[in-house]
């Protein structure tokens, strides 16, 4: 066979190559259908890999190059993976390594930017929407996490609104935001499980945490806060603003403000409750329910209970407390048609009046207003009235200081403030402007709301004084005359009840002992002197111990001498003279008082 550089010459410009030259050119090369000796090739085969069963063996492999092992998906893999092997998941062609304890992904290159996957084709996954929560079982990722719009009919989400809706213009944010809609239309949602339940309600307005999440068919609706509406279901035409407004109603036109404003409005009733207005923070109504419909409630912290239908309330406290039972400074009723003020009426313009003024404005006691015919006015002779025609009004004097009023049973005396003295066929009594009767004085006795101070300025006056002895008439709130004082602070070695009764109700006596020998060991048993003693309410001491240079009152000494009391016995203690010998103490005496038990309760 010719060489290369031989068979170059028969090509040379200007020659024309003959049949034989032809073929020596084509069979210079092989063929592809000829097999090339290996003795033909630089190359040391030894080294080549051999397949075995198709594959090759791991050992014939660089160090670079894994076994790579195909399933059908990830949960096909075995439970505990191979180190040095690569596992190819096929429904997702996802690269998984093993680390020991998990299958890792390592398929990098499916890792892009938003912008490389916006640029490629203007959409984002094979569906339409791009999720930022991967997903085992999806190259798209996980619905929960979704982003994206809808070009059947135009809905926003970001969130796992339902994707076979057919409503258009919805618009979610959140998870189980518009989960379930199917038909509704120009929805606004946003905030975690925002109307979650709403399938075919259209143009409501939804945001906050839970807010509207039982709305289901109704439309219109406003509910802005977290859980807002949460139970509305069918209602149409409502307005919420507010954590945990109108929780618990379902009905039309319904309008809550406010933190907690008419949060338990329709639990305990049953009924589509509509119509109704409340106005103000912590008003909830109570806890254990409230409902009705065409109510006006303005004020904070109101807390209504049961049924309440065309109320109109005014209030507002600092805290909530139960106070559905209270009287309003504001009340009203639709119905009946009855307007209430708990305050007094100030009205700072009116017109003059004239002749054309025909009516006066009166009222019944309990408030009521009502009008009566202007008469001619009458006034009183300054000779006096004529005989069988008494005034049967009040009479008032007054000047810039002090002012009387007579009126038929009474004559009332008071300075500019309302502080005054009013006299009546029984009493006399002592007002104070803001506090009422304040002191009376009348035949069954003297009331006085503070101390009532007794002033004689006689030479020899003695105070307040009895014309006989009222001793053994006493009862338990009598003043008691100095008589039976000196009787109560007498002492006597006779047992005495003191008419006294321990919380018990059972009668108190008062005893005192006297000894002028004591025992060596110092214990004076003293159960023989009282008998039958239940407890012991109270004691005084005094002891006489000169030995020890002391005579004192109590239980005790310079913290030297101790004397312990019980029911049974009195014992004296010497500190640090254990052998003492108590018999040098000159006296002892010792006043008690006691309950007894065989005595019973005072009724």
Not at 183 to 206: R, V, Y
Not at 266 to 271: A, I, P, S
Not at 373 to 395: R, Y
Request: charge should be negative; glycine fraction near 10%; aromatic fraction near 12%.
């Amino acid at each position: 066979m010719k060489t290369k550089q031989e068979i170059k010459q028969y090509f040379e410009n200007g020659d024309i190559p003959d049949q034989e030259q032809f073929w020596e050119w084509q069979d210079s090369y092989w063929h592809k259908d000829e097999k090339i000796p290996s003795a033909q090739l630089d190359y040391d085969f030894s080294k080549k890999a051999d397949l075995i069963n198709g594959k090759v063996p791991a050992s014939q492999l660089p160090s670079y190059v894994d076994d790579v092992i195909e399933f059908p998906n990830l949960s096909a893999f075995p439970a505990t993976g191979e180190e040095g092997k690569i596992f190819v998941a096929l429904d997702t062609n996802i690269l998984y390594r093993w680390s020991g304890s998990t299958y890792i992904n390592i398929t990098q290159a499916g890792i892009e930017e938003l912008k490389d996957l916006v640029d490629r084709g203007n959409y984002t996954g094979s569906k339409g929407w791009l999720s930022f929560l991967p997903s085992d079982n999806s190259k798209d990722g996980d619905r929960d996490g979704a982003i994206g719009i809808n070009s059947d009919t135009y809905s926003f989400f970001f969130g796992n609104m339902n994707p076979n809706h057919t409503g258009v213009y919805n618009t979610s944010y959140g998870y189980n935001s518009l989960s379930n809609v199917t038909e509704g239309q120009s929805n606004t949602a946003a905030g975690h499980f925002s109307g979650k339940d709403l399938t075919t309600g259209t143009a409501n307005t939804i945001m906050g945490l839970e807010s509207a999440t039982g709305l289901t068919t109704g439309n219109d609706n406003t509910l802005i806060g977290v859980s807002s509406g949460y139970g509305l279901k069918e209602g149409t035409g409502n307005a919420f603003l507010g954590k945990w407004t109108g929780c618990f109603i379902t009905g039309n036109n319904n309008t809550f403000l406010g933190y907690q404003a008419g949060q338990f409005w329709g639990k305990g009733g049953t009924g589509f409750w509509s119509s109704n207005i409340v106005v103000g923070g912590g008003t909830s109504g109570h806890p254990n329910g409230i409902w009705g419909e065409n109510n006006v409630i303005i004020g904070s912290n109101l807390e209504l209970i049961g049924n309440n239908s065309n109320r109109f309330i005014i209030n507002s406290y600092t805290s909530k407390a139960n106070r559905w039972y209270n009287t309003h400074f504001i009340e009203g009723n639709f119905a009946d048609r009855w307007l209430k003020f708990d305050t007094s009426l100030q009205v700072l313009r009116l017109p003059q009046a004239d002749s054309t003024f025909t009516r006066i404005l009166v009222s019944k006691p309990d408030g009521t207003f009502g009008w009566e015919d202007k008469t001619n006015s009458e006034s009183i002779p300054l000779t006096g009235t004529l005989p069988n025609k008494p005034v049967t009004g009040d009479i008032s004097i007054k000047n810039s200081t002090n002012s009387t009023m007579l009126s038929s049973g009474y004559v009332f005396c008071s300075d500019s403030s309302a502080n005054g003295t009013l006299m009546d066929s029984s009493a006399l009594k002592f007002l104070e402007s803001g506090s009422g009767i304040i002191a009376e004085i009348s035949q069954q006795g003297i009331i006085t709301g503070d101390t009532y101070l007794l002033t004689c300025n006689g030479s020899n006056a003695r105070g307040f004084s009895g014309a006989y002895d009222y001793t053994s008439n006493v009862k338990e709130l009598d003043y008691i005359q100095k008589k039976y004082a000196d009787k109560q602070h007498s002492y006597t070695t006779e047992e005495e009840k003191t008419g006294g009764l321990w919380i018990n109700n059972k009668p108190v006596y008062k005893k005192t002992l006297f000894f002028d020998q004591i025992p060596e060991n110092g214990e004076i048993l003293i159960d023989k002197f009282v008998e039958e003693v239940e407890v012991i309410i109270s004691n005084q001491m005094f002891t006489e111990w000169y030995a020890i240079d002391a005579a004192f009152a109590g239980n005790h000494w310079m913290s030297k001498a101790f004397i312990t009391l019980d029911k049974r016995a009195v014992s004296f203690q010497l500190m640090e003279a254990p052998d003492y010998d108590y018999s040098v103490i000159n006296s002892f005496a010792l006043t008690l008082e006691y309950t007894k038990k065989g005595d019973q309760p005072v009724v």
